[in-house]
């Protein structure tokens, strides 16, 4: 971290859909859990990301409140956090076009998620999903944040943030932004397919079988454990023995990251059984730290003008924090600010 800058976390989802086991854990939980670090903590629902792909208008306004009910009803308190929607604070979109004049091209050419998402439809994706990761880098160094909690697939767009962040620096002689910091941590990281467990879970997977959705009822929770692919073997009293096993792992993995629990913990109390006897525990506990929330957000959800009030709220005291960052940066690069 760097010691001129006031540590600082951000962090953002896209709500581009119903959001997922994977997100709670590799995100939201933590999001909570880092208001209690004593650092300054600001969550973004980004929706200009969003937009990259395709988004009915009408769906995206109630997939943005409904990720915004899952924010607080994971434990973001808007009284402790910052929590707004991108597109309410001009300064990312303008901060997102200096820093793409920094990025090199071939940094982007090598993105992985633009590989993925863009797949064999290249030359027919938006120019912005290409230039996805400079936003998302600007989201982040709008705020000078130097700590970034984000579930194992953002981590090259984190590398890219500190690659920009220093390529500026450098550029132009200052030590202006922070070299940010990911914050990779925990048993559930990348929390994988319960159809296939060499992919995420993932939203946007066609198959809803693959992924618990936060809004899930208790029933389709314990049917969706019932039916993750596994295999036939009974569970090992250590990790080590499922390394050749990653169905049986994920599911390892999403109960001790449910129940608070170490892996080597959780082996320990069910070596020697098989998934007759795991999935049900699973889904108990799965169901147990779940249905609270779920029925968080459809109270939440109930009331959108609130929603949208603290999204305002939010955006006001974000843009506080980001506007004189940006402006500093248009001065470093040269631009005239004559008006009044
Ligand atoms: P996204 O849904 O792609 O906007 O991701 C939002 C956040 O959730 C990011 O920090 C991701 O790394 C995290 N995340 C998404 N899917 C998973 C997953 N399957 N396992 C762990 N973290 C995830
Ligand atoms: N790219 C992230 C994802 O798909 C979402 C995101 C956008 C983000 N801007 C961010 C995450 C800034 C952390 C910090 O998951």
């Not at 707004?84 to 001009?90: D, I, K, L, R």
């Given at each position: 971290m760097n010691a001129t800058h006031t540590p600082r976390i951000f962090s953002g989802i896209q709500p581009s859909g119903g959001l997922t086991l994977g997100n709670y854990l590799g995100a939201l939980k933590r999001f909570a859990e880092y208001q209690d670090s004593g650092l300054e903590t600001i969550y973004c629902l980004v929706d200009l990301h969003a937009l990259t792909v395709w988004q009915d208008p009408a769906a995206l306004i109630e997939q943005t409140r409904e990720a915004a009910a899952a924010f607080m009803a994971a434990g973001v308190d808007p009284a402790r956090s910052i929590l707004?929607?991108?597109?309410?604070?001009?300064a990312h979109a303008e901060l997102s076009w200096l820093l793409s004049c920094v990025a090199r091209v071939g940094w982007m050419d090598r993105m992985t998620q633009f590989k993925d998402k863009g797949g064999k439809d290249r030359e027919r994706v938006s120019l912005a999903l290409y230039a996805y990761p400079a936003l998302m880098a600007a989201d982040i160094l709008v705020y000078h944040a130097t700590a970034v909690p984000v579930g194992e697939d953002q981590k090259q767009h984190l590398e890219l943030t500190r690659d920009i962040a220093a390529k500026f620096n450098h550029d132009y002689g200052v030590d202006f932004f922070p070299i940010t910091n990911p914050l990779i941590e925990g048993a559930a990281t990348r929390v994988m397919s319960l159809r296939d467990g060499s992919k995420k879970m993932s939203k946007s997977d066609p198959s809803d079988a693959s992924r618990i959705n936060l809004t899930d009822d208790a029933d389709t929770i314990a049917q969706k454990i019932r039916k993750a692919r596994t295999d036939a073997d009974p569970l090992p009293g250590s990790m080590e023995g499922l390394k050749d096993r990653p169905e049986a792992r994920n599911l390892v993995n999403i109960y001790a990251a449910l129940s608070g629990e170490g892996t080597d913990q959780v082996l320990a109390r069910f070596?020697?059984?098989g998934f007759g006897a795991f999935k049900p525990a699973l889904a108990e506990v799965a169901v147990a730290v779940l249905a609270p929330i779920t029925s968080r957000m459809t109270e939440l959800k109930s009331d959108p003008a609130e929603i949208d009030r603290i999204l305002g709220d939010g955006a006001e005291r974000a843009e506080a924090i980001a506007r004189p960052i940006v402006e500093r940066t248009k001065e470093i690069m040269g631009m005239i600010r004559s008006r009044g």
């Open positions: 707004f929607n991108q597109s309410q604070v001009p070596e020697g059984q």
